[in-house]
């Protein structure tokens, strides 16, 4: 058909229109859709490559985040056990005061025979702490207790927590121990010495593995949070932007209304001229 000619077949001009409202229709969903989710790349058909990449990072933040709740579980058994070995280090002080006690030849029977039983009270609250040190059903002082690993990263990486069933060894030594005389207090004191350095080597271990599971913990929370940003980099969508798009659609969705209006009426025209 030849432009400008009129034909009641054809309506080239509203042919034009209706494409161009479409168009503006789909645009205006896709605006619209943005908005409402905040999101530029909803499914693969938005951006195939972008969706492809953001899954992959929305899988590695839930890999991070088992990842944090097993070393935050981690962080409580080692955090209890911490606690236990700490009240045992200081009830040694008093086991120690006990026996120096006992080790006063002055004592009369009677004293040595108190001193004993204060001792036994002492020793027997060793093991009560060892017994209550347990968090989610693993107790790293019990007898026979080895290492905890815990998972560090999401490439499978561990990292230890070493277990310290030594402090059960050490109070099964002070236990079999008395001070009901100088001479025996003396042999007393020699196991306790003993016992504290056990004690303060577990302490030691306990700490710094309770302090890398702290490091690697505040490393996780922040690689996550980052993958977060670049997530968002990635899918977000900018709300001013598609805010001021969707009201400028809106508008040309008027407008396109209104000219295939205009573009329908032209038929009714040539059939005046036939009146």
């Known amino acids: 058909m030849a432009a400008g000619q009129n034909s009641i077949n054809t309506n080239a001009a509203a042919l034009i229109s209706l494409q161009h409202l479409n168009s503006v229709n789909n645009k205006l969903d896709v605006a619209q859709s943005r908005v409402s989710t905040g999101l530029k790349v909803i499914g693969a058909v938005d951006n195939a490559s972008s969706f492809a990449i953001a899954q992959g990072i929305r899988a590695d933040i839930k890999a991070y985040a088992a990842v944090s709740q097993g070393i935050a579980n981690a962080k409580g058994t080692s955090g209890i056990a911490l606690a236990g070995v700490n009240s045992i280090s200081d009830l040694m002080g008093d086991i120690q005061a006990k026996i120096t006690e006992g080790l ?3 004592n009369t029977t009677q004293q040595q025979a108190i001193l004993q039983a204060d001792f036994n009270n002492l020793v027997n609250q060793i093991n009560q702490f060892i ?3 347990a968090y989610n059903g693993r107790n790293l002082l ?3 207790s080895g290492n905890a690993s815990v998972i560090a990263n999401i490439d499978g990486s561990t990292v230890t927590i070493r ?3 030594q402090v059960t060894q050490a109070a ?6 008395a001070i009901t005389s100088t001479s025996v207090a003396l042999v007393a004191l020699t196991r306790i010495n003993d016992a ?3 004690i303060a080597s577990i302490l030691g271990n306990l700490g710094a593995d309770t302090r890398t599971l702290n490091f690697q913990d505040e490393f996780v929370g922040e690689i996550s949070d980052a993958q977060e940003v670049g997530l968002g980099s990635i899918v977000d969508a900018d709300l001013a932007k598609e805010s001021a798009k969707l009201q400028a659609l ?3 969705q008027q407008l396109s209304v209104q000219t295939l209006s205009i573009a329908n009426q032209r038929p009714l025209i040539l059939q005046r001229l036939f009146q």
């Open 104 to 106: 006063n030849p002055g």
């Open 196 to 198: 504290r350095a056990t």
């Open 131 to 133: 017994s209550s040190a």
């Open 142 to 144: 019990s007898s026979g």
């Open 163 to 165: 277990g310290g069933s």
């Open 250 to 252: 809106q508008v040309q």
């Open 172 to 177: 099964t030594i002070m236990a079999a121990q």
